[in-house]
């Protein structure tokens, strides 16, 4: 079979049938009287390899030795396929990714295009000063569009960039709390941290409705942070949480406050008082406990609480009953 028709049936050009004829990768096994090429129905199918092989994404030399290297393994060829192949993807996803967010911004001309691009590249940088002059820079210049900032945010372990990149993102409302609740389902602690962190500084009621969920996260860093954040927000439903880390002594002086920012809301104070009092009756908690519990009780406004506090004046534990004395004596003078 003559070169142009080999061409024909195989899809492959006469051109390219030459240089694998070059590069002995396909050598016609004759010629014909006139010095043209004649393949053979073996050659034929030598070529139809070489194909499939390069469909695979192998180059010319790499197909060469596949067929002609007895000792050639196909499995680390393929392990290397896999492996180019997956950074050729990932790097497709990110330009994808770049393209997207740059997209997103809405520019108007090229030098807004530039200036996203800028900014961008600016929040991956090594330099510390460089992340955190994109990040307050996104909400003064051109909007970097809040899937970066989120990202940013959520891998930037430099606590002043951190802040910076919180700010950015509370400027941009509520736009990146979506992505910041699957970053509270994180499976790395440090990212839920840094979440939960953001949405506390975004001030918008949908923040406050993530902050309340998060109350029954199963980190308990997490519900904590929550709490605090919600208790000083008048959230109710921080308070199980707040009495809890006042009986921990996990920020219990943070938690103290907020209880006491909420116990100002006369209908909770003496809810926020009944839980500290549950817990600060002898034998339930520790002594070290019931410290903490009976000077939280102290900012508690109500007859719940000063009732608790006369009775607790004569605890067995001395330490205790000189602490709640003082704490009344506090009370009264105010």
């Given at each position: 079979m003559l070169i142009g028709e080999v061409a024909r049936r195989s899809g492959v050009s006469a051109r390219m049938l030459r240089h694998y004829d070059a590069l002995g990768l396909v050598r016609?096994?004759?010629?014909?009287?006139?010095?043209?090429?004649?393949?053979?129905?073996?050659?034929?199918?030598?070529?139809?390899?070489?194909?499939?092989?390069?469909?695979?994404?192998?180059?010319?030399?790499?197909?060469?030795?596949?067929?002609?290297?007895?000792?050639?393994?196909?499995?680390?060829?393929?392990?290397?396929?896999?492996?180019?192949?997956?950074?050729?993807?990932?790097?497709?996803?990110?330009?994808?990714?770049?393209?997207?967010?740059?997209?997103?911004?809405?520019?108007?001309?090229?030098?807004?295009v530039l200036q996203v691009v800028a900014l961008l590249q600016d929040l991956r940088s090594e330099n510390a000063d460089k992340r955190q002059r994109a990040a307050l820079s996104s909400a003064r210049e051109v909007p970097v569009p809040v899937e970066a900032l989120v990202e940013a945010a959520l891998s930037e372990a430099d606590p002043n960039v951190a802040g910076a990149l919180r700010w950015a993102l509370a400027q941009?409302?509520?736009?990146?709390?979506?992505?910041?609740?699957?970053?509270?389902?994180?499976?790395?602690?440090?990212?839920?941290?840094?979440?939960?962190?953001?949405?506390?500084?975004?001030?918008?009621?949908?923040?406050?409705?993530?902050?309340?969920?998060?109350?029954?996260?199963?980190?308990?860093?997490?519900?904590?942070?929550a709490a605090l954040v919600l208790g000083a927000r008048g959230g109710a439903d921080a308070v199980p949480t707040l009495v809890e880390m006042v009986v921990e002594g996990t920020n219990d002086v943070d938690a103290a406050d907020a209880l006491s920012a909420l116990a100002g809301d006369p209908v909770l104070a003496d809810r926020i008082a009944t839980g500290l009092v549950d817990r600060v009756a002898p034998g339930v908690s520790a002594p070290a406990a019931r410290l903490r519990l009976v000077q939280a009780l102290a900012d508690v406004p109500g007859s719940t609480a000063s009732g608790a506090l006369a009775e607790l004046s004569h605890d067995e534990d001395r330490a205790v009953a000189l602490t709640a004395t003082y704490v009344r004596t506090l009370r009264d003078e105010r």
């Open positions: 016609p096994t004759g010629r014909t009287v006139a010095g043209y090429r004649e393949y053979s129905s073996e050659d034929i199918r030598r070529i139809f390899h070489i194909e499939s092989l390069r469909s695979l994404g192998l180059s010319l030399r790499e197909v060469g030795r596949a067929l002609d290297d007895p000792g050639f393994r196909p499995s680390d060829l393929v392990d290397d396929l896999i492996r180019q192949t997956r950074d050729r993807i990932a790097g497709e996803v990110e330009l994808l990714t770049r393209l997207r967010r740059i997209g997103a911004a809405e520019p108007d001309d090229w030098t807004d941009s409302g509520d736009d990146g709390l979506a992505l910041l609740a699957e970053g509270l389902d994180a499976p790395t602690a440090e990212v839920r941290r840094r979440a939960v962190q953001a949405v506390a500084e975004i001030p918008h009621d949908a923040a406050t409705d993530l902050l309340r969920d998060a109350l029954t996260h199963s980190d308990l860093a997490v519900r904590r942070h």
